[in-house]
């Protein structure tokens, strides 16, 4: 199987999906209240800045968006001709998932200078141009109503690739990460580990949703670890197993 998935992937090459998340020592990234993660130091957040300028693409939950009602872009000048030398756009297209297009227009990610797309349902779109009286262009560059339940993420990122996506950056929240997880969609993966413990079955955790059973957990491949004052930063990759 590891062999077909290789020849696949020649035939038919997806968008590479790189998780990036923050969470506390005790597996959370967010409160109980799902409010914005605000709890990493300023180096992780040059450190996340980094690694979404790798990216073709963001892809981040609704849910995300809700709690912070902004995304992150590329603001350092180093950063932004690193894009330009590699011949990529000064910034990585924003890309929302919402199956039910409930979204406000005066968030001030609609303000940022970045470009931006939404993945919603047909439903969805349809009460996105509803909200914005049929003005969606003021909003996003484009309206992809392809979102399916259940969703064939691999389909998605084989379309993703030739239109310029070969980097995707997943930003979140565990619920998006969880529906990726599960279609074992995820190649790399970089945690923060912070030095708060948040606790609380409801707050929300790298990888949500109804989870794996032990046989079937997803294993990883610790390639990086690097501590800088209180926080330490892990790199995984997905190993596959020999024929798995
Ligand atoms: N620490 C960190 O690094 C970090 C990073 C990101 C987020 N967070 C935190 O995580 C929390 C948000 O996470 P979350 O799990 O509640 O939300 P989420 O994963 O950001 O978003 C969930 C929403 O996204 C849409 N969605 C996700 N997966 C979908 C799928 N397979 N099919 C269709 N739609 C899908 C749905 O939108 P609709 O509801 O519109 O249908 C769903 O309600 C916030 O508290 C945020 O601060 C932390």
């Given at each position: ?26 597996g ?5 209240d799902?409010?914005a993660?605000?709890?990493?130091s ?6 996340l800045?980094t ?13 995300t ?9 590329v ?25 039910s ?28 141009s509803a ?10 560059d484009q ?18 690739h030739?239109?310029?996506i070969?980097?995707l ?26 030095p ?22 997803l ?7 690097r ?14 197993p020999?024929?798995?």
């Amino acid at each position: 199987m590891g062999g077909q998935r290789d020849i696949n992937q020649v035939k038919n090459p997806r968008s590479q999906v790189t998780v990036v998340l923050a969470m506390s020592a005790d597996g959370k990234i967010a409160d109980r209240d799902r409010t914005a993660a605000r709890f990493s130091s300023a180096h992780d957040l040059a450190h996340l800045e980094t690694l979404v300028a790798q990216a073709d693409a963001v892809l981040f939950g609704a849910g995300t968006l809700r709690a912070y009602g902004t995304c992150l872009s590329v603001r350092q000048r180093a950063l932004v001709e690193q894009r330009e030398t590699r011949h990529q756009p000064p910034q990585p297209i924003q890309i929302v998932c919402s199956q039910s297009g409930h979204l406000e227009p005066q968030w001030r990610f609609f303000q940022q200078p970045v470009p931006r797309w939404l993945l919603t349902s047909s439903a969805g779109a349809q009460h996105w141009s509803a909200m914005v009286e049929g003005d969606d262009g003021t909003y996003f560059d484009q309206v992809l109503p392809d979102l399916t339940e259940p969703m064939d993420w691999r389909s998605l990122l084989q379309r993703f690739h030739p239109l310029g996506i070969e980097r995707l950056a997943l930003l979140g929240g565990g619920t998006l990460v969880a529906s990726f997880a599960e279609q074992d969609l995820i190649d790399e993966m970089h945690l923060t580990v912070c030095p708060l413990l948040l606790g609380g079955a409801a707050a929300p955790t790298p990888f949500d949703g109804t989870g794996l059973a032990i046989a079937q957990a997803l294993k990883l491949q610790l390639i990086g670890v690097r501590q800088v004052e209180n926080e330490v930063f892990l790199h995984y990759r997905r190993c596959h197993p020999k024929g798995d």
